[in-house]
C-alpha cells in the first residue's frame, strides 16, 4: 500500500501518511520515491501556496517499522553497507522530500508522532497538535541513534536541554507539554484539528505565493548564516519582490483600506 496520498483543497495541499495499519510507519522499499514524487509534485505547481501533512487513523506516525527491524526485511536487510545505503536512498530521501518544499507545510499531529514520526513532524514550519497527540524520539530505546536528521532538528525547535532531555530518556510528552516546550504552535480538540489546519492554512494561503515561498527560503536559510549574509540575501529577495504585481496590489489595497488579492504575480 502506498505511503502518501494527496488531496487539494484550492490553493491547500492536504498530504496524508496512510498507512493505518502500521501506525503510519516509514521505510518500506519505495517510500522515499512515492513521498518524494508526491512532494515533487506539488512543488512545481504555483497555485498550491500551502501544504499541510497528517496521518490517516489514530496515529500522526510511529516512526519505522519495528517488526521489519525484528525480521531484517525490506530497508533493514543486508548488511551494514546495504542498510547504510537503504537510508540514504530510501527513509532519508522522504525527509529531504519533506523538509525541501517551497511552500510552508503545517503538521497536523493527529496522534502519536514517535522516532523518525517526530522528526517528520520537525520538518514542517508549524505544529498544530490534538489532545491526543504525543512526542518521542526513542531511537536508543531500541539500540539505536537518531537516523533521520533530528539531531539537527529537535534541538533546533525546542533548545539542546530539552531535545536532550528526550533523545538520552527515550520518554514521550503529551501534547500539552510539547505546546510549553515550543514543539508545537498550539493543541486543539481532535476533533477540531484538520478544521483549525485548514483555516491556518487558508490564511497563509491568503498571501502573495513568490515572498511567501521567498520568506520560508529566508527563514530556513536564516537558521545557519551570518546576519550580514541574511542582509544581502534579503536585499537581493527583497528587489525581486519591489517588481511583482502582488506589491503593488498589497500597496494598494493597504492605501484603500481592503484586502489584497494576490494573483502570483
Known sequence: MAIIKTERHGAIAVLILDRPETMNALGALGDGDAIAAACAEINADPAVR???????????????????????????????????EGYR?????????????????IAAVNGPAIGLGCDVA??????LASDKAKFGVTFLKLGLVPGDGGTWLLPR????????????????????????????SRVVPHETLMDEALALAGK??????????????????????????ALELAAVMQSVSHLTK????????????????????
Open 50 to 84: 500551502c501544504a499541510i501533512l497528517t496521518g490517516s487513523g489514530k496515529c500522526f506516525s510511529a516512526g519505522g517499522d519495528v517488526k521489519a527491524m525484528r525480521e531484517g526485511t525490506g530497508n533493514f536487510s543486508g548488511g551494514a553497507v546495504q542498510i547504510r
Open 89 to 105: 536512498s530510501n527513509i532519508h530521501r522522504a525527509a529531504r522530500a519533506f523538509f525541501g518544499l517551497d511552500m510552508p507545510l
Open 122 to 127: 520537525c520538518m514542517a514550519d508549524v505544529r
Open 157 to 184: 525547535t525546542i533548545g539542546m536541554s530539552r531535545a536532550a532531555e528526550l533523545f538520552f530518556t527515550g520518554d514521550t510528552i503529551d501534547a500539552e507539554t510539547a505546546c510549553e516546550w515550543g514543539l508545537v
Open 204 to 229: 497563509i494561503a491568503a498571501m502573495p505565493p513568490h515572498a511567501l515561498r521567498m520568506t520560508k527560503s529566508m527563514l530556513r536559510q536564516g537558521q545557519t548564516i551570518t546576519y550580514d549574509t
Open 246 to 265: 502582488d506589491h503593488k496590489e498589497g500597496v494598494a489595497a493597504l492605501l484603500e483600506k481592503r484586502s489584497p488579492n494576490f494573483s502570483g504575480s
